[in-house]
Structure formats: structure tokens, C-alpha cells
């Protein structure tokens, strides 16, 4: 089973510190996503990468950067917190994009106070 | 632009009693749509993937079924543990490709 890791279940930061959340996955993936999930507004793709040191801007990507070093793992990072952040952090991976589903974490719930 | 909605919003069934959720699309080439449930609190987990229109999938009590302007997810004699968000999302073949649209999902729950 692919199994999609993420660092943290519960965050919670301060407005303006800079934030990383860390994904790994264990299935050679080549893909990888960072979402944000709100009540209301569904799953909003913040990047993308199709692999190792290459993203691409998803639909709501200010505010945040990422970084892929290494094939398995993709890290997403809050320059500097604001409280509009505040969200569900979900990690996705996936072997070929639109043939194979994307595969999720369980989340990290981020609050920024 | 790709839509996915999905309807309705919430559905509360008895146990036993089956019925089935929605997810209309408007995707440019249609690539794929993906089901996943998802409990509170985690992510989303795959169950399904549909390529094609009259294509259908199983497992337990879930059926996908897929046309050209819809899917539907039946669920059969639906247990209380059947209770999640069910989320289905489309891709499409087009230059953005690797682009998941999500629906904003069913709320399902099933009294025992």
C-alpha cells in the first residue's frame, strides 16, 4: 500500500514565524502536492512537483513556497505565518498524473495565533 | 474552466437504506474521476478510479458508475461505519494536466 507520511498532525505557530511542513512518501512517486482544505471552499492546490527540484504553482500558491530535494520527500513552507493559514494541510503523491490517483496523507492541522 | 459538483451537500440514510450520491463534471477531455472518502479528521482515501463513460467499479457496498456528464457513488444497505465525506475529483487531458479539480463532497451519514 502507498503510504504518504506527513511530520506533524497538529501545529500551531505564531504570525510571522516561517512554517515547514514535511511530507514523505515510500512509493517512488513521481509526483507530489500540497493542498489546503477549508470548510466550504474544498481542496485547493497550493504546488505541485513532478519531480526532484522541479513545482509548479498550483491555484493558491502566495504566501507559500515549497522545496523537493530528494524524490520521496516534499516540504511545504509558510514564509511568514499569517493567520489566514490557519488550516487542514493535506500531502498527495502520485506514480502518473491523470492514469493513477493521487495518494494522501492524513493531514496536519496548522493554527496560527 | 473544469467544474466538479457534487450533490447534495449532506444526506443522512437509515441503516439498510440505500441510496446515491452525485458528481457532476464539466472537464475538457475527461482523463479521469477519482472517488475518496474521507473520515473527519484525515485524508482522503482512494476508492475509485473511472476512465471512461458506462464504466463501473465495486467494492463492499460501494458502486461507481460513470457517464459523460456524471458519476454516481451507490451505496447498498449502508452500514453506520459507511459514514464519511465522499469527495470526487476529475482530471482532464488538457496542458494543465496534472491538475485534480475537487467537488466539495457529500456529507454521509448512517444511523444505525
Known amino acids: 500500500d502507498v503510504k504518504v507520511t506527513q511530520s506533524s498532525r497538529y501545529l500551531v505557530k505564531r504570525t510571522g514565524e516561517k512554517v515547514f511542513l514535511e511530507c514523505v512518501q515510500d512509493?517512488?512517486?513521481?509526483?507530489m502536492f500540497w493542498y489546503r482544505q477549508d470548510p466550504g471552499l474544498g481542496l485547493r492546490l497550493i504546488y505541485f512537483s513532478y519531480d526532484v527540484k522541479m513545482k509548479e504553482k498550483g491555484d493558491i500558491p502566495e504566501g507559500y513556497s515549497v522545496s523537493r530535494e530528494k524524490k520521496e520527500r516534499f516540504s511545504l513552507i509558510l514564509e511568514s505565518a499569517s493567520t489566514n493559514q490557519t488550516s487542514m494541510y493535506l500531502c498527495a503523491s502520485s506514480g502518473q498524473i491523470g492514469n493513477q490517483p493521487q495518494h494522501f496523507g492524513d493531514g496536519t492541522r496548522l493554527s496560527i495565533l | 474552466e473544469d467544474q466538479v459538483t457534487q450533490s447534495p451537500e449532506a444526506l443522512r440514510l437509515q441503516e439498510g437504506e440505500s441510496s446515491s450520491l452525485n458528481c457532476s463534471y464539466t472537464?475538457?477531455?475527461?482523463?479521469?474521476l477519482f472517488w475518496y472518502r474521507q473520515d473527519p479528521g484525515k485524508g482522503p482515501e482512494f476508492l475509485f478510479t473511472?476512465?471512461?463513460a458506462g464504466e463501473e467499479k465495486e467494492k463492499e457496498r460501494l458502486k461507481a458508475t460513470l457517464t459523460k456528464k456524471e458519476s454516481f457513488l451507490h451505496i447498498t444497505a449502508p452500514k453506520p461505519e459507511d459514514s464519511a465525506t465522499y469527495l470526487c475529483?476529475?482530471?482532464?487531458?488538457?496542458?494543465?494536466?496534472?491538475?485534480?479539480?475537487f467537488g466539495k463532497g457529500t456529507l454521509l451519514t448512517v444511523n444505525p
Open positions: 472537464v475538457s477531455g475527461l482523463r479521469g
Open positions: 473511472l476512465y471512461s
Open positions: 512509493m517512488d512517486h513521481e509526483n
Open positions: 475529483a476529475a482530471v482532464n487531458s488538457g496542458g494543465s494536466n496534472y491538475k485534480l479539480t
